[in-house]
């Protein structure tokens, strides 16, 4: 079946591209975002929240599980599968390069971070953990009935999602979401990125010693204490969120593996003897500095990882100015003009090369809710405000891909001095939830302008789930739980709207794109 036809968008100028006219490709990419790799059987994931989820102060928080999650191995699998045998509409030639934005992992564990490189590189993919059977809180067993259960209706009564909503039982499917399989991998470079989920206990709550203790211990709490503060909620999820571990609790088998990963551990795992690139984008000086953000360099564009997260616990980002100052030397490299604060134009001898931007937040979520951050120097971390001001002095950003609101969006940030021109700023809906899906990204010089294709893939798998024999029907149960969740499946806004999906960005070009080698 085709897809939806691209739409042109010319917000930046360039709208009159001759119908036909030869297209020069200077990248192909695929974006891959929020994929929330989870460890579902996790002593600190909090999923008995999910029953807050009409309180507003919860509205940070939750939701803490998803249906279809134990199935999100499958579905990544089989994404990446299709992407290896993808091509790009406009050119015809497949993805050179694939980006990752973030939230690989749910809940920044060390086995979660093993299962997410065993899948992108390939190798045996482990989601198991603590004992050979599942324990958790979709088992038939589980003191609670707010998670889905398909393996049948509890002693207790059918669950909420069962009685609710209709959704259907397929017994033994938790054994088989779990059993170890073999990923083959994705076969083109891909560059990694950290996100708040891989910072943050279920993104969010700072990863205090008490947690990290829990986290391998055998406890597993299935409800709120009785005495809780729910006016602060979000404040203890986020600085002390073993508060959370203070209620009734069922044993469940403990595992060394689900340790916290740090990011700099997070970072080192990445060092792979078979990565492609070295550390997948992570360089040495990250290895040795403990930082994230990163230069990639293809021949005709410079890509930038930011690291855009907040250690301190929220899931919202922000930029210390570190970070900040070394982001604008690294743009100072690959422009021979560009505007100083003071707004006079800095010439230098350096080749011109297109800028793309990649991290996890965007331009709307780089500020922080409740906590003033400082960096190293004592100075507020930037929000999105700030690096949106300095990317306009720049003008061969292009392009910003982004992740974690979980849906399709594209936005054109035009300059204020000269509206015609600016960056277009593009984020992707997640892996895990509804509408389960990827973006391939062609840049194209046409008529010596700059159109950015985009266009989104849905992962090769069946229709309907079949009989749950295969990888590929995992992955088709997975994407057909995630389209029925009650307000975040096709009921949501996390598709988009067409201008948010297969569309034609079209770019006034910021200097003679002939100058560009793509060899």
């Not at 989870?38 to 507003?56: C, G, H, I, K, M």
């Not at 073993?242 to 740090?262: I, N, Y």
């Not at 929220?314 to 505007?339: F, M, P």
């Not at 096709?490 to 598709?495: G, H, V």
Request: aromatic fraction near 8%.
């Amino acid at each position: 079946m085709d897809g939806e036809p691209h739409r042109v968008r010319a917000e930046l100028g360039a709208a009159d591209i001759r119908a036909g006219a030869p297209r020069r490709l200077l990248l192909s990419l695929v974006h891959l975002t929020d994929l929330q790799l989870a460890d579902v059987q996790s002593p600190t994931r909090f999923e008995f929240l999910n029953r807050q989820f009409a309180d507003p102060r919860y509205a940070a928080i939750v939701p803490v599980q998803r249906p279809q999650e134990a199935l999100n191995a499958h579905a990544i699998d089989v994404m990446l599968r299709t992407v290896n045998a993808s091509s790009g509409p406009a050119t015809g030639a497949p993805p050179q390069l694939a980006v990752t934005t973030g939230d690989a992992i749910d809940n920044a564990q060390w086995n979660e971070v093993q299962a997410f490189l065993a899948l992108f590189d390939g190798g045996r993919v482990a989601m198991n953990s603590g004992g050979p059977d599942y324990q958790g809180v979709q088992s038939l067993d589980w003191p609670d009935d707010i998670c889905w259960k398909p393996d049948g209706v509890a002693a207790s009564g059918p669950d909420l999602f069962r009685a609710a909503f209709g959704f259907p039982h397929h017994p033994g499917l938790l054994q088989q979401a779990i059993a170890e399989f073999t990923a083959p991998g994705l076969q083109i470079p891909w560059l990694s990125c950290f996100g708040n989920h891989e910072a943050l206990n279920q993104g969010v709550g700072a990863v205090t010693p008490d947690l990290a203790v829990a986290m391998v211990g055998s406890a597993k709490p299935w409800a709120l204490p009785d005495d809780f503060d729910h006016d602060r909620a979000l404040e203890l999820f986020m600085l002390n969120p073993e508060a959370f571990l203070a209620g009734p609790s069922s044993t469940v088998v403990a595992d060394a593996g689900r340790r916290p990963v740090t990011r700099r551990e997070f970072v080192a795992a990445h060092d792979r003897p078979n990565a492609k690139p070295a550390g997948h984008g992570f360089s040495e000086r990250n290895r040795l500095d403990g930082t994230a953000y990163y230069v990639y360099d293809t021949a005709a564009i410079r890509l930038i990882a930011l690291d855009t997260n907040c250690l301190t616990g929220g899931s919202a980002g922000c930029l210390d100015y570190d970070q900040a100052r070394w982001l604008e030397a690294r743009l100072a490299e690959v422009h021979s003009a560009y505007r100083s604060p003071a707004g006079s134009t800095v010439r230098t001898a350096a080749d011109d090369r297109l800028v793309v931007i990649f991290s996890h937040h965007g331009i709307d979520t780089l500020i922080h809710p409740l906590i003033s951050h400082t960096g190293p120097d004592g100075q507020p971390a930037l929000g999105g405000d700030a690096i949106r001001a300095m990317l306009h002095r720049f003008p061969n950003v292009v392009l910003w891909l982004n992740g974690h609101t979980h849906l399709n969006a594209v936005r054109a940030w035009r300059r204020p001095d000269d509206p015609a021109r600016g960056f277009w700023e593009v984020t992707t809906s997640s892996i895990v939830d509804w509408p389960c899906q990827a973006r391939l990204v062609e840049l194209v010089e046409t008529d010596g302008q700059l159109s950015i294709f985009c266009t989104m893939i849905d992962h090769d798998s069946p229709a309907g789930p079949g009989l749950l024999r295969s990888g590929r029907e995992l992955a088709a149960l997975h994407r057909e739980l995630a389209a029925n969740v009650p307000f975040g499946g096709m009921d949501s806004t996390r598709a988009g709207t067409p201008a948010d999906r297969n569309v034609e960005l079209r770019t006034t070009a910021p200097f003679p794109l002939e100058r560009l080698r793509t060899g």
